[in-house]
Structure formats: structure tokens, C-alpha cells
């Protein structure tokens, strides 16, 4: 396998190159564990002048949605997750799309592996044969399951089960 691995990587760093389009999910693995967070900044500032009434002023219509993920892998597929993060994602550069379950269904989220200044960008553990990865993603905006924003008024309304 390790003769396998170099020139899997560098074909798949040629490809990125030439694509800058988003990387899609391997195949096969199991995608991000249920135990995610999301956190969304506001896309408006409420002012509260000295006299009069409070109001709130939009301020940007973007916003991206930030992903605190769990990726746990057995060892066979810990190796095809980390080629695919070497290699394809250019070490978490590039953007992929991965299926996550957010609370209208799954959907797929175009996102990108975000580090803080000085931060890492995938943390990984390892408890016997099992292989854990954690990181931080971004999306510029939450994306939702094929055809419910066309239902967002039935889905708000008080005659939603």
C-alpha cells in the first residue's frame, strides 16, 4: 500500500489543481457522527440608542454556518480518509461536499476545514483499531435537502406534525 499512496496523492493533487470545483465525499465512509455542532453568526446588529426604542439594522447577507465535526473510522478506512484529506483536499485547502444530517434531513453541505489562528485544522486519536478525527468546517451558508424552501411556510406553520 505505501507504493499506492504517493502516486494516488499526486494524481489527485494534479486533478485539484485543474478543478478548483468541490471535492466530493469518499464513497463508502461513514460520514460525520451525529454529535456535530453548528454555530451561525447573525446577519444583523440590534442598536439600542440612548433614548427611544431598540432597532435592528441589517448588515451583511453573508453568513457563514461553522461545523465543530467527529469523523471515526476503523484502520482500513482512517487510511482512505487521511489519502483523501493529503491528497484530493490538498490538506483541508480545497472545498468538499459530505452529507450531514441537520434538522430537515440530510443534505449535502459544500464546506471547507477551518483552523483559528495558530490552531490546528484535524485533530486525530486513536483508541486501539478505531481512528478519531476532529475539526472545525465551514459553510458559506446552510444548505437544505432538495425542494423544502419551496415548503418553509408549511414547515412554520402550526400544522406541522
Known amino acids: 500500500m505505501a507504493g499506492f499512496l504517493p502516486a494516488f496523492v499526486v494524481e489527485c493533487n494534479k486533478r485539484a489543481e485543474r478543478n478548483i470545483m468541490a471535492i466530493a465525499y469518499p464513497f463508502g465512509l461513514s460520514s460525520v457522527l451525529m454529535t456535530k455542532t453548528r454555530t451561525q453568526g447573525a446577519s444583523f ?3 439600542q440608542p440612548r433614548s427611544g426604542a431598540a432597532y435592528t439594522k441589517h448588515t451583511s447577507a453573508d453568513n ?3 461545523f465543530n465535526v467527529t469523523f471515526r473510522f476503523r484502520q482500513v478506512d482512517a487510511q482512505r480518509f487521511f489519502a483523501w484529506f493529503k491528497g484530493p483536499l490538498q490538506e483541508g485547502r480545497l472545498p468538499f461536499t459530505v452529507p450531514m444530517r441537520t434538522e430537515f434531513g440530510l443534505a449535502n453541505q ?3 476545514f477551518y483552523a483559528a489562528q495558530g ?5 486525530h486519536s486513536q483508541e486501539g483499531s478505531v481512528h478519531t478525527y476532529t475539526g472545525t468546517v465551514f459553510a458559506s451558508s446552510l ?3 432538495e425542494g423544502i424552501e419551496d415548503n418553509l411556510d ?3 406553520s402550526p400544522f406541522w406534525p
Open 110 to 112: 459544500e464546506v471547507r
Open 45 to 47: 446588529m440590534q442598536y
Open 154 to 156: 408549511f414547515v412554520a
Open 143 to 145: 444548505a437544505y435537502p
Open 119 to 123: 490552531d490546528t485544522i484535524l485533530d
Open 64 to 66: 457563514p454556518v461553522f
